[in-house]
C-alpha cells in the first residue's frame, strides 16, 4: 500500500465514521421531536382555544382539526427522516464497500 492508498482510507474511514455518528444522532432526535411537536400543538391549543372558538364553531371540531393537522405534519417529518436515514446509511455502506475492495486489492 503506498501512501496516496493509506491517506485515502484514512479519509474513508473518517468519513464513515462521521456518518455512522450521524445517523445515530438522527435516530435519537426522531422520538425527541415528535415529542416536542405534540407538546407544542398541545400548548398552542390550549392557548388559542378561546379566540379560534369563533372560527370552528365548537371546540370539538377544531381538536379533530388540530389533530388531523398535527398528524400529517408528524408523518412527513417522519417520513422525510427515514429517507434521510436511509441514503446516510447507504452511503455508509457503499464506504464500506470501497475500503474492504482497497483492503482486498492490497493483500
Known amino acids: 500500500m503506498n501512501k496516496e492508498e493509506s491517506i485515502d482510507v484514512v479519509q474513508l474511514q473518517l468519513a464513515q465514521k ?52 398535527t398528524s400529517i405534519i408528524i408523518i412527513f417529518y417522519l417520513v422525510f427522516s427515514f429517507i434521510k436515514l436511509r441514503r446516510m446509511s447507504s452511503e455508509v455502506k457503499k464506504i464500506g464497500n470501497k475500503l474492504y475492495n482497497i483492503m482486498k486489492l492490497n493483500e
Open 18 to 69: 462521521q456518518l455512522i455518528k450521524s445517523v445515530a444522532r438522527r435516530r435519537k432526535k426522531i422520538p425527541i421531536t415528535v415529542i416536542g411537536i405534540v407538546l407544542c400543538v398541545s400548548a398552542l391549543l390550549y392557548l388559542l382555544e378561546e379566540k379560534t372558538y369563533h372560527l370552528f364553531g365548537s371546540s370539538t371540531k377544531m381538536v379533530y382539526v388540530v389533530l388531523i393537522s
